[in-house]
């Protein structure tokens, strides 16, 4: 069965940091790229981060300097280091994976449940 395992989002006052952690339970070919998307309400889910087996990143413009994505292949786990947060970044942060790079929603194979981030101002 498949499982993302997500962790890490809360309340953080604007400025703060938080780092969400996702394990997957997924063989090594569906983890090829894993990473993040955000949602609010109305909007559609948009790339944060994701990071590719053999370290290959991309980030969306809006988190370009102040988010860092990582892994570790031997757990299969991705991380997203989250800093200098915006009341703008608050969101329901979906962990993602896929066997081709997951530059949008269409290249997902894998959802997690989703984790709530608040910024406040």
């Known amino acids: 069965q498949v499982e993302l395992v997500e962790s890490g989002g809360g309340l953080v006052q604007a400025g703060g940091s938080l780092r969400l952690s996702c394990a997957a339970s997924i063989g090594a070919a569906a983890t090829y790229s894993m990473g993040w998307f955000r949602q609010v309400p109305g909007k559609q889910r948009e790339l944060v981060a994701y990071i590719t087996f053999d370290g290959v990143r991309k980030y969306g413009d809006s988190v370009k300097g102040r988010f860092a994505i990582s892994r570790e292949n031997d757990k299969n786990t991705v991380y997203l280091q989250m800093s200098s947060l915006k009341p703008d970044d608050t969101a329901v942060y979906y962990c993602?994976?896929?066997?081709?790079?997951?530059?949008?929603?269409?290249?997902?194979?894998?959802w997690g449940q989703g984790t709530r981030v608040t910024v406040s101002s």
């Open positions: 993602a994976c896929g066997f081709v790079r997951t530059e949008s929603p269409n290249n997902v194979n894998y």
